[in-house]
């Protein structure tokens, strides 16, 4: 194959030649190439149609170390479900020793191989190589995505087998390594589920399920990844908050290896004996598990039926599933609220009809609608009965029931910061109706959380937060909540774990743990908001950049699918964790919201603050 030259001249290995017959691409091994010098570009694989199966090239007889480093690296990309072809380019011991699955590291740029000089000017039996590049993210042992960032280097070392007279690699990287947009092409997120240990919905004595991402392989058999990822149990991060139903040591029967639904849309999951001796109920929920997990991935399952022993357990169903736990993805709010021109608390109906036509806000009932409290940012619990209020100047915090005659009272907080920037942020409500709150003031900042929405306030603990926190939302699992910190000039969103020690119901000391960044490449967060189990869109700029919105995953990645339509001057936004409401922003424009298919419209000229409950 020939060698292309870069920009500056300089010879580089052309890309390996892609063969397509009948939907399998082979990645072919590399001809003869320079034996010094760099090797760059592997990663440059083009992103395929996701039907098709991307197989690497075997070894070729008397290929050179660079074609050996070259073939290992793409075969890295490829679709072959244990690495077969990848460890034919590695010593038999190497082979056997070698862990795939122990992380894959994504780098901005496919791995560059600096050829490692000989410490004498004769070749020896063997050869050296550094892998480089720049890090993106890390996906580890249980297939959990975490940004990174510096320099990759690696060393691959090659041997000169005296037996079969054929060069390979006795020192591989660990685990995998690939470019991002071979990242993209071979893997794809998905939610895994659990259930909040210490958390239940407030309207419903409904278990509350919570979303896990992890990444897969997009095209290595993905159901059956996800299910052995489900019953291995949560990532590290989430584990401290959620629990599993499966009982432990709970796997896919032996001998099982792959999965697939039926005509009926029934997949059926033989599970080993520890299963065997599950009660109904645990039964039902370890299939609720199974269920929420495997529709995230596709939407060729409405139900699960678990079989242990060779006997059946039992089997849910879609309805089945959402009658006994709850999903923030699934709850269809009935209004949307913001604050009007005259800053009352209005709601028109959460349904855009598509027309264009503009709603028609109304006063909600109760004193934040009808009262004499002029607002600033407001928010509206998840049951839609009662709404919190910040005033104008953002000293105080006021509660209030959505009914009509109903009185306001005192306000249940107030904060003494000397500046409007340095008081209460926008509240938010969790799933057990619960209050939550942040006071900026400089001299006694604080996360709040008040019990229903009322009493004193309890002070949240924050280890690790490093700055004030800008504005908070609390997700509708109720266990995790993001949060803006602000320090010095940067506004960064953090995904919190939140962690209650006590009985529900009981006095409890709670905590945010484990502050992670979601969008590490951003230099100032606007706005954000929850807009599914584990996605939020976030309106933030990078350093020197323009505004922009976006969608993320609470690990970081970015989900796959376009980002919102453009809009200019975007000041708040507001999602629903079901993705079928409309995105709502305030804007230039006033209130506007982009309902599915269609541009962004206007919804009211003088509103501010929009949110959906929550």
């Known amino acids: 194959m020939d060698a292309d030259r870069d920009g500056g001249g300089r010879r580089t290995p052309g890309r390996a030649a892609v063969y397509a017959a009948c939907g399998v691409v082979l990645l072919a091994g ?20 996701t039907q098709v199966r991307v197989f690497a090239m075997p070894p070729q007889e008397d290929a050179e170390p660079t074609d050996i480093v070259q ?98 690699i006795d020192s591989p990287p660990r685990g995998v390594v690939m470019g991002k947009s071979d990242f993209q092409r071979n893997y794809v997120s998905v939610n895994k589920y659990y259930f909040a240990s210490n958390t239940r919905s407030a309207s419903a004595p409904q278990t509350v399920a919570v979303a896990d991402p992890v990444y897969v392989r997009e095209r290595v058999d993905p159901m059956t990844q996800l299910v052995r990822s489900l019953l291995s149990g949560p990532t590290s991060w989430l584990d401290p908050v959620v629990r599993t139903s499966f009982p432990t040591g709970t796997a896919l029967k032996s001998g099982v290896s792959a999965l697939a639904p039926d005509d009926r849309s029934t997949l059926t999951v033989p599970l080993n004996g520890k299963a065997e001796r599950v009660g109904a109920d645990q039964c039902k929920a370890m299939a609720t598990q199974l269920l929420f997990s495997l529709q995230n991935l596709t939407p060729a399952v409405d139900d699960v039926e678990l079989q242990a022993g060779g006997k059946h357990l039992c089997s849910v169903s879609e309805s089945e599933a959402n009658g006994d736990a709850m999903r923030g993805s699934v709850e269809r709010p009935d209004f949307l609220y913001f604050v009007n021109g005259e800053h009352r608390l209005v709601r028109v109906s959460a349904e855009a009809d598509g027309s264009g036509t503009k709603a028609q806000a109304v006063p909600v009932p109760g004193a934040l609608g009808e009262g004499d409290k002029a607002l600033r940012s407001v928010a509206v619990s998840r049951d839609e009965h009662t709404a919190a209020g910040v005033g104008i100047d953002g000293k105080a915090l006021y509660v209030g029931s959505l009914v009509s005659g109903g009185s306001l009272g005192e306000p249940v907080l107030v904060s003494t910061g000397k500046n409007e920037t340095d008081r209460l942020t926008t509240p938010s409500w969790d799933t057990e109706g619960d209050l939550w709150v942040a006071d900026r003031n400089p001299a006694d900042p604080r996360l709040l959380l008040f019990k229903e929405g009322a009493g004193e306030p309890l002070d949240v603990g924050t280890p690790g937060l490093d700055g004030r926190i800008k504005d908070l939302r609390v997700a509708a699992d109720g266990v995790r909540i993001a949060l803006v910190v602000e320090k010095g000039s940067k506004q960064s969103l953090f995904i919190g774990r939140i962690e209650r020690e006590g009985k529900t119901g009981d006095p409890q000391s709670v905590s945010v743990r484990e502050l992670r960044s979601t969008t590490p490449d951003l230099e100032e967060v606007t706005t954000m908001s929850w807009a599914g189990d584990s996605r939020l869109v976030v309106v933030g700029r990078e350093q ?28 708040e936004i507001a999602a629903s964790e079901n993705d079928e409401m409309p995105l709502v922003a305030y804007s230039e424009d006033g209130i506007v919201r982009l309902p599915s298919g269609a541009q962004w419209q206007k919804v009211d000229a003088d509103g501010t603050a929009p949110v959906y409950p929550g």
């Open 544 to 571: 020197g950049g323009v505004q922009q919105t976006r969608y993320v995953q609470v690990d970081g990645s970015t989900p796959e699918g376009p980002p919102p339509a453009a809009l200019t001057g975007v000041k």
């Open 30 to 49: 590399c001809a003869s190439m320079p034996d010094s010098g760099d090797l760059r570009g592997v990663d440059s694989t083009p992103r395929q149609d």
């Open 71 to 168: 073939g290992f690296l793409e075969a890295l990309t490829s679709d072959d479900p244990n690495y077969e072809t990848a460890r034919k380019y590695l010593t038999a011991s190497a082979a056997k020793q070698w862990q795939p699955g122990l992380s894959t590291t994504v780098l901005d740029d496919g791995p560059g191989a600096d050829v490692v000089p000989p410490v004498d000017r004769e070749q020896g039996d063997d050869k050296s190589f550094t892998l480089v590049g720049t890090k993106v993210a890390v996906v580890d042992a249980q297939q959990s995505y975490t940004p990174a960032s510096g320099e990759y280097r690696e060393t691959v070392h090659l041997v000169h087998d005296k037996k079969t007279k054929q060069w390979r």
